[in-house]
Protein backbone atom coordinates (compact mmCIF):
# COMPACT_ATOMS: atom_id res chain seq x y z
CA UNK A 1 0.00 0.00 0.00
CA UNK A 2 1.37 3.47 -0.92
CA UNK A 3 2.20 6.19 1.24
CA UNK A 4 -0.44 8.98 0.64
CA UNK A 5 1.16 11.77 2.95
CA UNK A 6 1.64 15.03 1.24
CA UNK A 7 4.01 17.61 2.58
CA UNK A 8 2.58 20.75 0.96
CA UNK A 9 5.01 23.89 1.84
CA UNK A 10 5.72 22.49 4.97
CA UNK A 11 1.47 21.48 5.59
CA UNK A 12 1.80 17.75 6.52
CA UNK A 13 -1.68 15.69 5.93
CA UNK A 14 -2.61 12.31 5.95
CA UNK A 15 -3.71 12.01 2.28
CA UNK A 16 -3.97 14.86 -0.35
CA UNK A 17 -7.45 14.97 0.10
CA UNK A 18 -8.69 18.82 1.88
CA UNK A 19 -11.88 20.25 1.63
CA UNK A 20 -11.49 23.25 -0.35
CA UNK A 21 -13.30 26.87 1.23
CA UNK A 22 -16.60 26.91 1.03
CA UNK A 23 -19.80 25.65 2.48
CA UNK A 24 -18.44 22.16 3.38
CA UNK A 25 -16.02 23.71 6.33
CA UNK A 26 -18.20 26.26 7.69
CA UNK A 27 -18.57 24.82 10.97
CA UNK A 28 -15.91 22.93 13.57
CA UNK A 29 -19.07 20.31 13.37
CA UNK A 30 -18.89 19.64 9.98
CA UNK A 31 -14.63 19.77 9.59
CA UNK A 32 -14.74 16.97 12.21
CA UNK A 33 -17.39 14.59 10.36
CA UNK A 34 -15.04 15.39 6.71
CA UNK A 35 -11.77 14.01 9.60
CA UNK A 36 -13.81 11.40 10.94
CA UNK A 37 -14.66 10.06 6.81
CA UNK A 38 -11.10 10.37 6.32
CA UNK A 39 -10.14 14.05 4.84
CA UNK A 40 -6.51 14.85 5.24
CA UNK A 41 -7.45 18.45 5.74
CA UNK A 42 -9.81 21.35 5.44
CA UNK A 43 -9.27 24.90 4.39
CA UNK A 44 -11.82 26.84 6.87
CA UNK A 45 -14.54 28.76 4.94
CA UNK A 46 -12.85 32.19 4.47
CA UNK A 47 -12.34 34.46 7.84
CA UNK A 48 -13.28 37.64 7.02
CA UNK A 49 -15.21 40.51 9.27
CA UNK A 50 -18.81 38.72 9.27
CA UNK A 51 -21.00 39.56 6.37
CA UNK A 52 -24.43 39.11 5.81
CA UNK A 53 -25.70 36.19 3.25
CA UNK A 54 -28.85 36.20 0.55
CA UNK A 55 -31.33 33.48 1.28
CA UNK A 56 -31.60 31.60 -2.56
CA UNK A 57 -27.72 30.98 -3.11
CA UNK A 58 -27.05 28.13 -4.92
CA UNK A 59 -28.19 26.69 -8.54
CA UNK A 60 -26.69 24.17 -10.43
CA UNK A 61 -27.04 23.14 -14.83
CA UNK A 62 -27.36 19.72 -15.56
CA UNK A 63 -26.52 18.35 -18.99
CA UNK A 64 -27.89 15.61 -20.80
CA UNK A 65 -29.03 13.52 -17.69
CA UNK A 66 -25.93 14.34 -15.50
CA UNK A 67 -26.89 16.51 -12.56
CA UNK A 68 -24.85 19.16 -10.98
CA UNK A 69 -22.42 19.30 -13.93
CA UNK A 70 -21.69 22.56 -13.19
CA UNK A 71 -22.56 24.66 -9.78
CA UNK A 72 -23.17 28.14 -9.22
CA UNK A 73 -23.21 29.49 -6.07
CA UNK A 74 -23.86 33.38 -4.71
CA UNK A 75 -23.17 32.70 -0.83
CA UNK A 76 -20.21 34.65 0.43
CA UNK A 77 -17.49 34.47 3.29
CA UNK A 78 -18.47 33.36 6.50
CA UNK A 79 -21.49 34.42 8.17
CA UNK A 80 -20.71 33.20 11.63
CA UNK A 81 -18.89 35.42 14.28
CA UNK A 82 -14.79 35.42 13.97
CA UNK A 83 -14.44 34.59 17.50
CA UNK A 84 -17.07 31.67 17.47
CA UNK A 85 -14.96 30.25 14.18
CA UNK A 86 -11.54 30.46 16.17
CA UNK A 87 -13.04 28.16 19.38
CA UNK A 88 -14.24 25.91 16.71
CA UNK A 89 -10.79 25.94 14.82
CA UNK A 90 -8.95 25.55 18.05
CA UNK A 91 -10.81 22.54 19.47
CA UNK A 92 -10.92 20.73 15.68
CA UNK A 93 -6.96 20.74 15.87
CA UNK A 94 -6.80 19.55 19.14
CA UNK A 95 -9.03 16.91 18.44
CA UNK A 96 -7.52 15.93 15.15
CA UNK A 97 -3.95 17.17 15.42
CA UNK A 98 -2.38 15.08 12.46
CA UNK A 99 -5.35 16.66 9.96
CA UNK A 100 -4.12 19.88 7.88
CA UNK A 101 -6.34 22.77 8.71
CA UNK A 102 -5.75 25.75 6.91
CA UNK A 103 -6.98 28.97 7.64
CA UNK A 104 -8.72 31.11 4.14
CA UNK A 105 -8.90 34.78 5.01
CA UNK A 106 -10.09 37.67 3.67
CA UNK A 107 -9.90 41.04 4.81
CA UNK A 108 -9.40 44.42 2.98
CA UNK A 109 -6.25 45.57 1.29
CA UNK A 110 -4.69 47.18 4.36
CA UNK A 111 -1.40 46.15 6.20
CA UNK A 112 -2.92 46.09 9.56
CA UNK A 113 -5.77 44.27 8.56
CA UNK A 114 -3.75 41.19 7.47
CA UNK A 115 -1.53 41.81 10.30
CA UNK A 116 -4.23 41.66 12.57
CA UNK A 117 -6.17 38.56 11.71
CA UNK A 118 -2.77 36.40 10.95
CA UNK A 119 -2.21 36.67 14.62
CA UNK A 120 -5.79 35.77 15.51
CA UNK A 121 -6.05 33.00 13.56
CA UNK A 122 -2.48 31.78 14.29
CA UNK A 123 -2.89 31.92 17.90
CA UNK A 124 -5.63 28.84 17.51
CA UNK A 125 -2.99 26.54 15.44
CA UNK A 126 -3.54 26.50 12.22
CA UNK A 127 -1.36 24.48 10.06
CA UNK A 128 -1.15 27.19 7.33
CA UNK A 129 -3.42 30.46 5.78
CA UNK A 130 -5.16 30.58 2.52
CA UNK A 131 -4.94 34.05 1.13
CA UNK A 132 -8.60 34.25 -0.50
CA UNK A 133 -7.86 36.12 -3.82
CA UNK A 134 -10.15 34.53 -6.08
CA UNK A 135 -13.74 34.73 -4.66
CA UNK A 136 -15.47 36.43 -8.08
CA UNK A 137 -18.92 37.94 -6.23
CA UNK A 138 -19.98 39.90 -3.48
CA UNK A 139 -17.38 40.41 -1.49
CA UNK A 140 -15.17 41.89 -4.87
CA UNK A 141 -17.55 44.84 -5.19
CA UNK A 142 -16.25 45.58 -2.02
CA UNK A 143 -12.62 45.52 -3.24
CA UNK A 144 -11.89 41.90 -2.01
CA UNK A 145 -11.65 38.97 -3.61
CA UNK A 146 -11.38 38.53 -6.93
CA UNK A 147 -10.99 41.97 -7.35
CA UNK A 148 -7.58 42.13 -5.52
CA UNK A 149 -6.74 39.11 -7.55
CA UNK A 150 -6.94 40.29 -10.80
CA UNK A 151 -4.27 43.13 -9.75
CA UNK A 152 -0.73 41.58 -9.42
CA UNK A 153 0.35 44.26 -7.74
CA UNK A 154 -2.05 43.58 -5.63
CA UNK A 155 -1.49 39.90 -5.19
CA UNK A 156 2.09 40.72 -4.55
CA UNK A 157 1.91 43.73 -1.92
CA UNK A 158 -0.60 41.66 0.42
CA UNK A 159 0.90 38.39 0.21
CA UNK A 160 4.31 40.76 1.47
CA UNK A 161 1.98 42.26 3.92
CA UNK A 162 0.73 38.17 5.10
CA UNK A 163 4.54 37.18 4.95
CA UNK A 164 5.55 39.75 7.49
CA UNK A 165 3.35 39.06 10.28
CA UNK A 166 3.15 35.06 9.44
CA UNK A 167 4.68 31.72 10.99
CA UNK A 168 3.05 29.01 9.06
CA UNK A 169 3.04 28.45 5.30
CA UNK A 170 1.09 30.73 3.45
CA UNK A 171 -0.87 29.93 0.17
CA UNK A 172 -2.28 32.42 -1.94
CA UNK A 173 -5.18 31.51 -3.78
CA UNK A 174 -5.65 32.81 -7.24
CA UNK A 175 -9.31 33.57 -9.73
CA UNK A 176 -10.04 32.18 -12.66
CA UNK A 177 -11.40 35.29 -14.06
CA UNK A 178 -8.12 37.13 -15.93
CA UNK A 179 -6.24 36.17 -18.87
CA UNK A 180 -3.21 34.77 -18.05
CA UNK A 181 -3.30 33.56 -14.48
CA UNK A 182 0.28 32.64 -14.32
CA UNK A 183 0.86 36.69 -14.10
CA UNK A 184 -0.61 36.62 -10.54
CA UNK A 185 0.95 33.49 -9.57
CA UNK A 186 4.22 35.29 -10.42
CA UNK A 187 3.30 38.00 -8.44
CA UNK A 188 2.53 35.89 -5.76
CA UNK A 189 5.75 34.20 -5.31
CA UNK A 190 7.26 37.44 -5.85
CA UNK A 191 5.33 38.71 -3.21
CA UNK A 192 6.83 35.72 -0.75
CA UNK A 193 4.32 32.84 -0.98
CA UNK A 194 5.10 29.58 -0.03
CA UNK A 195 2.46 28.12 -2.10
CA UNK A 196 -0.58 29.17 -4.27
CA UNK A 197 -3.92 27.38 -4.82
CA UNK A 198 -6.08 27.10 -7.93
CA UNK A 199 -8.85 27.66 -9.06
CA UNK A 200 -11.30 29.57 -7.44
CA UNK A 201 -14.81 29.76 -9.31
CA UNK A 202 -15.94 31.42 -12.56
CA UNK A 203 -18.06 34.22 -13.44
CA UNK A 204 -21.29 32.69 -14.43
CA UNK A 205 -25.05 32.71 -14.44
CA UNK A 206 -26.34 29.68 -14.09
CA UNK A 207 -29.25 30.15 -16.50
CA UNK A 208 -33.01 32.12 -16.99
CA UNK A 209 -36.28 30.37 -15.96
CA UNK A 210 -38.32 30.40 -19.11
CA UNK A 211 -41.56 30.56 -17.47
CA UNK A 212 -41.03 33.70 -14.88
CA UNK A 213 -37.89 35.09 -16.80
CA UNK A 214 -36.04 35.52 -13.34
CA UNK A 215 -32.41 34.44 -13.32
CA UNK A 216 -31.04 31.30 -11.76
CA UNK A 217 -31.18 31.93 -8.58
CA UNK A 218 -32.87 34.89 -7.84
CA UNK A 219 -33.74 36.63 -4.72
CA UNK A 220 -36.49 38.34 -4.50
CA UNK A 221 -36.91 38.53 -8.32
CA UNK A 222 -33.32 39.76 -8.44
CA UNK A 223 -30.22 38.05 -9.57
CA UNK A 224 -26.44 38.44 -9.46
CA UNK A 225 -23.24 36.95 -10.99
CA UNK A 226 -22.22 33.90 -8.96
CA UNK A 227 -19.10 31.77 -8.89
CA UNK A 228 -19.30 28.36 -11.18
CA UNK A 229 -17.03 25.48 -10.20
CA UNK A 230 -18.30 21.51 -10.74
CA UNK A 231 -17.10 18.78 -12.81
CA UNK A 232 -17.71 21.12 -16.24
CA UNK A 233 -14.51 23.26 -14.92
CA UNK A 234 -12.38 20.81 -14.23
CA UNK A 235 -10.57 21.17 -17.98
CA UNK A 236 -10.12 25.23 -17.40
CA UNK A 237 -8.62 24.27 -13.80
CA UNK A 238 -6.36 21.48 -14.82
CA UNK A 239 -5.39 23.38 -17.84
CA UNK A 240 -4.18 26.68 -14.85
CA UNK A 241 -2.63 24.32 -13.54
CA UNK A 242 -0.01 22.72 -15.47
CA UNK A 243 0.77 26.55 -17.05
CA UNK A 244 2.16 27.28 -13.40
CA UNK A 245 3.51 24.27 -12.98
CA UNK A 246 5.39 24.25 -16.38
CA UNK A 247 6.57 28.45 -15.58
CA UNK A 248 9.77 28.42 -14.01
CA UNK A 249 9.17 32.10 -11.73
CA UNK A 250 6.05 30.04 -10.40
CA UNK A 251 8.43 27.68 -8.17
CA UNK A 252 6.06 26.92 -5.21
CA UNK A 253 4.06 23.96 -4.70
CA UNK A 254 0.54 23.94 -6.13
CA UNK A 255 -2.64 23.28 -4.16
CA UNK A 256 -5.37 21.73 -7.25
CA UNK A 257 -8.88 22.78 -7.12
CA UNK A 258 -12.02 22.87 -9.65
CA UNK A 259 -13.92 19.73 -10.95
CA UNK A 260 -11.70 17.30 -8.97
CA UNK A 261 -14.93 14.50 -8.30
CA UNK A 262 -12.64 11.06 -8.33
CA UNK A 263 -9.49 9.57 -7.05
CA UNK A 264 -9.14 9.79 -11.03
CA UNK A 265 -9.55 13.62 -11.24
CA UNK A 266 -7.33 13.89 -8.41
CA UNK A 267 -4.44 11.62 -10.11
CA UNK A 268 -4.58 14.16 -13.40
CA UNK A 269 -4.26 17.37 -10.96
CA UNK A 270 -1.47 15.72 -9.46
CA UNK A 271 0.61 14.51 -12.13
CA UNK A 272 -0.16 18.26 -13.85
CA UNK A 273 1.94 19.73 -10.51
CA UNK A 274 -0.58 19.14 -7.97
CA UNK A 275 0.90 18.45 -5.03
CA UNK A 276 -2.72 17.98 -3.11
CA UNK A 277 -6.04 18.77 -4.25
CA UNK A 278 -9.22 20.50 -2.76
CA UNK A 279 -12.49 19.22 -3.36
CA UNK A 280 -15.87 20.90 -2.87
CA UNK A 281 -18.91 20.38 -5.31
CA UNK A 282 -18.50 16.54 -5.27
CA UNK A 283 -18.81 16.73 -1.24
CA UNK A 284 -21.89 18.42 -1.45
CA UNK A 285 -22.99 16.59 -4.21
CA UNK A 286 -22.66 13.41 -2.38
CA UNK A 287 -21.47 13.52 0.72
CA UNK A 288 -17.92 13.24 2.95
CA UNK A 289 -18.07 9.62 2.44
CA UNK A 290 -16.68 10.03 -1.19
CA UNK A 291 -13.33 10.10 0.22
CA UNK A 292 -13.42 6.37 0.71
CA UNK A 293 -13.16 5.86 -2.81
CA UNK A 294 -10.93 8.56 -3.69
CA UNK A 295 -8.14 7.13 -1.13
CA UNK A 296 -8.56 3.38 -2.37
CA UNK A 297 -8.57 4.22 -6.11
CA UNK A 298 -5.50 6.46 -5.39
CA UNK A 299 -3.37 3.87 -3.26
CA UNK A 300 -4.81 1.14 -5.76
CA UNK A 301 -3.51 3.25 -8.96
CA UNK A 302 0.06 3.90 -7.18
CA UNK A 303 0.54 0.36 -6.27
CA UNK A 304 -0.61 -0.54 -10.30
CA UNK A 305 2.19 2.11 -10.84
CA UNK A 306 4.70 1.01 -8.51
CA UNK A 307 4.98 4.12 -6.71
CA UNK A 308 5.76 4.08 -3.16
CA UNK A 309 4.47 7.45 -2.34
CA UNK A 310 1.99 9.72 -3.78
CA UNK A 311 4.80 12.45 -3.38
CA UNK A 312 6.07 10.24 -6.50
CA UNK A 313 3.30 11.13 -8.43
CA UNK A 314 3.51 14.81 -8.31
CA UNK A 315 4.61 16.14 -11.89
CA UNK A 316 5.00 13.54 -13.63
CA UNK A 317 3.13 14.77 -16.92
CA UNK A 318 4.54 18.54 -16.58
CA UNK A 319 7.35 18.16 -18.98
CA UNK A 320 4.62 16.29 -21.50
CA UNK A 321 2.77 19.73 -21.51
CA UNK A 322 3.90 22.30 -24.02
CA UNK A 323 3.33 25.60 -26.35
CA UNK A 324 1.46 24.73 -29.91
CA UNK A 325 4.60 25.76 -31.33
CA UNK A 326 6.40 23.26 -30.05
CA UNK A 327 4.06 20.51 -31.28
CA UNK A 328 5.74 18.54 -34.39
CA UNK A 329 3.60 19.45 -36.84
CA UNK A 330 4.42 15.74 -38.99
CA UNK A 331 3.32 13.49 -36.78
CA UNK A 332 0.15 11.83 -37.94
CA UNK A 333 -2.47 9.69 -36.60
CA UNK A 334 -5.91 8.48 -38.54
CA UNK A 335 -9.36 7.03 -37.50
CA UNK A 336 -9.65 2.87 -37.65
CA UNK A 337 -13.04 1.87 -37.67
CA UNK A 338 -13.81 -1.79 -36.56
CA UNK A 339 -16.84 -2.72 -38.15
CA UNK A 340 -17.45 -6.04 -36.54
CA UNK A 341 -17.61 -3.75 -33.35
CA UNK A 342 -19.83 -0.90 -35.25
CA UNK A 343 -23.02 -0.55 -34.84
CA UNK A 344 -24.05 1.49 -37.79
CA UNK A 345 -25.48 4.85 -35.98
CA UNK A 346 -23.12 6.60 -38.41
CA UNK A 347 -22.37 9.23 -35.99
CA UNK A 348 -18.83 9.13 -36.89
CA UNK A 349 -19.61 9.89 -40.55
CA UNK A 350 -22.57 12.57 -39.93
CA UNK A 351 -19.81 14.27 -38.03
CA UNK A 352 -17.22 13.59 -40.24
CA UNK A 353 -19.27 15.05 -43.19
CA UNK A 354 -21.35 18.08 -41.72
CA UNK A 355 -18.07 19.25 -39.24
CA UNK A 356 -14.91 17.99 -40.06
CA UNK A 357 -12.93 16.69 -43.01
CA UNK A 358 -15.54 14.24 -45.26
CA UNK A 359 -12.92 11.35 -44.97
CA UNK A 360 -15.41 8.83 -43.78
CA UNK A 361 -16.63 6.79 -46.32
CA UNK A 362 -20.45 4.36 -46.74
CA UNK A 363 -20.26 1.28 -48.53
CA UNK A 364 -21.66 -1.58 -48.53
CA UNK A 365 -20.33 -5.23 -48.42
CA UNK A 366 -23.09 -7.60 -49.43
CA UNK A 367 -26.13 -6.88 -47.72
CA UNK A 368 -24.37 -5.36 -44.91
CA UNK A 369 -23.27 -1.73 -44.60
CA UNK A 370 -19.86 -0.96 -43.63
CA UNK A 371 -17.48 2.08 -42.86
CA UNK A 372 -14.04 3.31 -43.77
CA UNK A 373 -11.71 5.96 -43.41
CA UNK A 374 -9.92 7.33 -46.31
CA UNK A 375 -6.17 7.86 -44.28
CA UNK A 376 -5.26 9.68 -47.06
CA UNK A 377 -7.87 12.65 -46.36
CA UNK A 378 -7.82 11.96 -42.08
CA UNK A 379 -6.02 14.71 -40.01
CA UNK A 380 -6.26 13.10 -36.89
CA UNK A 381 -8.61 15.37 -35.25
CA UNK A 382 -10.50 12.54 -33.44
CA UNK A 383 -13.76 14.07 -33.89
CA UNK A 384 -15.04 10.61 -35.02
CA UNK A 385 -13.74 8.67 -31.87
CA UNK A 386 -15.37 11.32 -29.99
CA UNK A 387 -19.01 10.93 -30.60
CA UNK A 388 -18.99 7.27 -31.68
CA UNK A 389 -20.61 5.49 -28.46
CA UNK A 390 -19.17 2.00 -28.65
CA UNK A 391 -15.78 1.39 -26.86
CA UNK A 392 -13.50 0.34 -29.17
CA UNK A 393 -15.42 0.33 -32.83
CA UNK A 394 -12.67 3.45 -33.90
CA UNK A 395 -8.93 3.97 -32.88
CA UNK A 396 -6.53 6.97 -33.46
CA UNK A 397 -3.74 4.68 -34.69
CA UNK A 398 -0.31 6.64 -35.33
CA UNK A 399 0.92 5.77 -38.98
CA UNK A 400 4.76 7.10 -39.34
CA UNK A 401 5.91 9.85 -40.83
CA UNK A 402 7.94 10.18 -44.39
CA UNK A 403 9.69 13.25 -43.35
CA UNK A 404 11.59 14.07 -39.59
CA UNK A 405 10.05 16.04 -36.88
CA UNK A 406 9.29 19.67 -37.15
CA UNK A 407 7.65 22.11 -34.72
CA UNK A 408 6.33 25.50 -35.78
CA UNK A 409 9.15 27.30 -34.03
CA UNK A 410 11.72 25.12 -35.70
CA UNK A 411 10.14 26.02 -39.27
CA UNK A 412 9.82 29.95 -38.55
CA UNK A 413 13.23 29.65 -37.08
CA UNK A 414 14.67 27.74 -40.44
CA UNK A 415 12.78 30.02 -42.99
CA UNK A 416 14.20 33.12 -41.45
CA UNK A 417 17.90 31.65 -41.21
CA UNK A 418 17.20 30.77 -45.23
CA UNK A 419 15.59 34.21 -45.59
CA UNK A 420 19.39 36.16 -44.40
Known amino acids: MADLRINLAGIKSPNPFWLASAPPTNSGYQVQRAFEAGWGGAVWKTLGEPILNVSSRFAAVSFNGQRVAGFNNIELITDRPLEVNLQEIYETKKRFPNHAIIASLMVEPKQEKWHEIVKRVEDVGVDGLELNFGCPHGMAERGMGSASGQVPELVEKQTYWVKEAARTPVIVKLTPNITDITVTAEAATRGGADAVSMINTINSLAGVDL ?60 LMGATGVQVCTAAMHHGFSIVEDMIDGLNNYLDDKGLASVMDLVGRSVQRYSSWGDLDLNYKIVAEINNDVCINCNKCHIACEDTSHQCIDLYTEGDRPMLKVREEDCVGCNLCSIVCPVDGAITMVERPSTIPPMTWNERQALLSSLSK
Not at 249 to 267: H, M, R
Request: proline letters at 8%; glycine letters at 14%.
Open 211 to 270: DSWNTVPNVAGKGAHGGYCGPAVKPIALNMVAECARNPLVNVPISGIGGISNWQDAAEFI
